[in-house]
């Protein structure tokens, strides 16, 4: 590219964002878009990632670099208490 078309990480670390949510296969779109929507709830700004026209490729969920850390934290929890209501009601 020429100088100055290269893609640079912006000074501003509110602006670059990391991905806090990889996912693929039949269920990636619908994860994805519950992880916004979890995420919103917390007021964490989320956009997702993906295209309907390549279904081989990921979505992913990105935060600003700064809210990674809560974002991740909140996705864990979310899942942790999943995973502990699914087995009271479903007991083994």
Known sequence: YPQDMRLEPDADEALNLTTVFTGDGATG????????SLLDAAGIYAVIVGTHALPNLPWEVRVAAERAADAQQLITDAQA??????AEEFPE
């Open 29 to 36: 779109e619908m994860q994805a878009e519950e992880i916004h």
């Open 81 to 86: 208490s999943g995973e502990k209501a699914l």
